[in-house]
């Protein structure tokens, strides 16, 4: 099953090469109909077992689609579907395709969605330039970096995913509801606005593109969970140069504006800048999932992970969620922190992190306390 490949992949990040539109593989299941025809039950041993405890969680009053799309994911069940809706394009014309190997069926799709409401968005776009200038301190640094941080600068892991393109890197904050302890340490202020600003994350990261480099049209192969981005550094901001394409529709990265789409859906984009585009990017529940539709979905996920979730002990079930609890909580950012600050290049980092203030802070602090004291010895 394409979602257990974490090393490869990630949840949301099993891209796909675009293929031309073929029929379902398995039942066939129209998006926007009301009813559909139910898969099988799942028959493997850690998928029945998951199964079983996703209808518990989920109860008699809840829809069944949750269920439903672990027994689709369990029998390798792509959903293939065009969702144009623009009446001069055809299937043919159109790259309003949408393809997801992990599917919850009657989860409405657009390609981009209105935010303007959401309290999270005018949370993280208040604090953008603060998570620009943390995150530029550190990568200015690319040795103290590759010593630091957890997979930093990750590229395309898979055949499928370089064939659309090399230009996009990642350095993951939050991965399936889990913190990287030691990448939020090198980003906490970073990692602090994330949490509190309640957005709806599965996973959070860093995001580069290389300068003029295009990714080729593909599906990120999820329709549980939307896309949103917070752009950090965009080249030539404003004019253009960095765009994304969801189906049919295009829009621009504008540093500071968020915006959020659905990415099972075929998109592309282009950097035509001489520079590097960055962003801070998120994958949050589709807004239509109720609160026990996550829960249950966060479980099947934490039951990849600690499969012991499922066991028929008692004791090894309670001690699984005690590990899956500790998995997911916010991590001390203190303790995750490095030991040196990045090195400049006039050698005044080269100090260890105090625990109050970070060593940039107290440069500049004794800069102005040496300016303060001058002034008083001429007058």
């Not at 090469?17 to 039950?41: F, G, L, M, N």
């Not at 620009?132 to 995913?161: C, H, M, S």
């Not at 090894?316 to 005690?322: D, G, I, N, P, Y």
């Amino acid at each position: 099953m394409k979602i257990t490949n974490r090393a490869a992949h990630g949840l949301c990040r099993s891209s796909v090469a675009v293929q031309p539109p073929k029929p379902h593989r398995s039942v066939v299941v129209d998006s926007t109909a009301s009813t559909y025809e139910r898969p099988p039950p799942s028959t493997g041993y850690l998928s029945s077992r998951i199964e079983k405890r996703l209808e518990e969680i989920l109860g008699d009053s809840s829809p069944t689609r949750v269920v439903d799309s672990w027994r689709y994911l369990s029998q390798d069940y792509e959903h293939r579907e065009y969702v144009g809706t623009d009446p001069t394009k055809t299937p043919e014309t159109s790259n309003c395709h949408q393809q997801a190997h992990s599917y919850v069926p009657g989860l409405p799709i657009k390609t981009f969605w209105d935010i303007e409401g959401e309290k999270w968005r005018e949370a993280l776009e208040s604090k953008h330039e603060v998570i620009r200038d943390e995150f530029l301190k550190v990568i200015a640094n690319p040795d103290f970096l590759a010593a630091n941080a957890q997979n930093a600068w990750v590229g395309a892991q898979t055949g499928e995913a370089r064939a659309y393109g090399l230009g996009w890197k990642t350095l993951g904050l939050l991965d399936r509801g889990v913190w990287d302890p030691v990448n939020a340490g090198l980003f906490p202020r970073t990692a602090e606005i994330i949490r509190d600003s309640g957005i709806p994350a599965v996973e959070a990261f860093f995001a580069s593109m290389e300068p003029e480099s295009s990714i080729k049209l593909h599906s990120d192969n999820a329709n549980f969970v939307l896309t949103s981005h917070l752009p950090l550094v965009v080249p030539d901001n404003g004019q253009n140069k960095c765009r994304l394409t969801i189906g049919d529709d295009t829009k621009e990265w504008l540093e500071g504006k968020m915006m959020m789409f659905d990415t099972s859906i075929l998109h592309d984009a282009v950097n035509e800048s001489d520079r590097k585009r960055y962003i801070l990017m998120f994958r949050v529940w589709h807004p239509d999932l109720s609160a026990a539709e996550r829960k249950a979905l966060q479980f099947a996920l934490d039951s990849l992970s600690v499969e012991e979730l499922v066991s028929d002990d008692p004791a090894e079930r309670a001690e699984a969620e005690k590990k899956v609890a500790a998995l997911r909580a916010f991590p001390d950012l203190r303790k995750s922190r490095p030991k040196v600050v990045p090195t400049s290049t006039s050698g005044q980092w080269k100090a260890r992190i105090d625990d109050n203030d970070t060593e940039m802070e107290k440069i500049t602090k004794n800069k102005k306390k040496k300016k303060k004291a001058k002034k008083s010895s001429t007058s």
